[in-house]
């Protein structure tokens, strides 16, 4: 199961994805809300939190999360403050139930990850592809447009065509056609 806890705030945060089972983590931790309350409300604990990249909006409520709940931060980069374990290019990540495979898709920010299981055909896709065609900016620091267009170009590659669900940082998941937003977003990218 997968669950939106950052539906609904008004505040600026990217989404936060409460992915049960197995092994129940957090994708991303979000920020300005108080995500542990939002997270005792649906489970007792936590076994880690799973990033997609370390910007600020990501990341704000990373310690509370941690000490709330003693688990570790797995992301791509340990040498980043606040990341414990690296999750390397191409490893396999239990989310819930599944298995997940990481893609390095840097061009928004160098740590990005994002999350693939086949089965049941669901990508996370962190801040590197957004629903209708939309793309994550490249005007921050470590941001690159050519590098972006290959990491979006990477993730329509390796993604089976009847992917099912998409979860993004930010906005709604896509759950119609997913597999086209990210066809489109590869052409808006070489577009803008």
Same mark, same amino acid.
């Given at each position: 199961?997968?669950? /939106?806890?950052? @539906?609904?705030? @008004?505040?600026? +945060? *990217?989404?936060?994805?409460?992915?049960?089972?197995?092994? +129940?983590?957090?994708?991303?931790?979000?920020? /300005?809300?108080?995500?542990?309350?939002?997270?005792?409300?649906?489970?007792?604990?936590? &076994?880690?939190?799973?990033?997609?990249?370390?910007?600020?909006?990501?990341?704000? /409520?990373?310690?509370?999360?941690?000490?709330?709940?003693?688990?570790?931060?797995?992301?791509?980069?340990? =040498?980043?403050?606040?990341? &414990?374990?690296?999750?390397?290019?191409?490893?396999?990540?239990?989310? $819930? &139930?599944?298995?997940?495979?990481?893609?390095?898709?840097?061009g928004h920010k160098n740590d990005h990850l994002?999350?693939?299981?086949?089965?049941?055909?669901?990508?996370?896709?962190?801040?590197?592809?957004?629903?209708?065609? =939309?793309?994550?900016?490249?005007?921050?620091?470590?941001?690159?447009?050519?590098?972006?267009?290959? *990491?979006?170009?990477?993730?329509?590659?390796?993604?089976?065509?009847?992917?099912?669900?998409?979860?993004? $940082?930010?906005?709604?998941?896509?759950?119609?056609?997913?597999? &086209?937003?990210?066809?489109?977003?590869?052409?808006?990218?070489?577009?803008?």
């Amino acid at each position: 199961m997968i669950a /939106n806890l950052a @539906q609904g705030v @008004q505040a600026f +945060t *990217s989404n936060v994805f409460l992915v049960d089972g197995e092994r +129940t983590v957090l994708v991303d931790a979000g920020a /300005n809300f108080d995500v542990v309350a939002a997270v005792r409300e649906r489970v007792d604990d936590l &076994d880690a939190v799973v990033l997609t990249h370390t910007h600020r909006d990501h990341v704000g /409520n990373l310690e509370a999360v941690k000490d709330a709940f003693d688990v570790d931060a797995w992301g791509y980069d340990t =040498s980043i403050d606040g990341v &414990d374990r690296a999750i390397a290019d191409e490893e396999t990540v239990r989310l $819930g &139930d599944h298995e997940y495979v990481a893609l390095h898709t840097p061009g928004h920010k160098n740590d990005h990850l994002c999350f693939y299981a086949e089965r049941p055909g669901v990508l996370f896709a962190g801040d590197l592809i957004f629903q209708n065609g =939309s793309f994550g900016r490249t005007d921050l620091e470590e941001g690159d447009r050519e590098t972006l267009i290959e *990491s979006i170009d990477r993730v329509r590659a390796r993604i089976d065509p009847a992917l099912e669900e998409m979860h993004t $940082g930010h906005g709604p998941s896509v759950t119609s056609d997913p597999y &086209d937003h990210v066809e489109l977003s590869a052409q808006m990218a070489r577009q803008a």
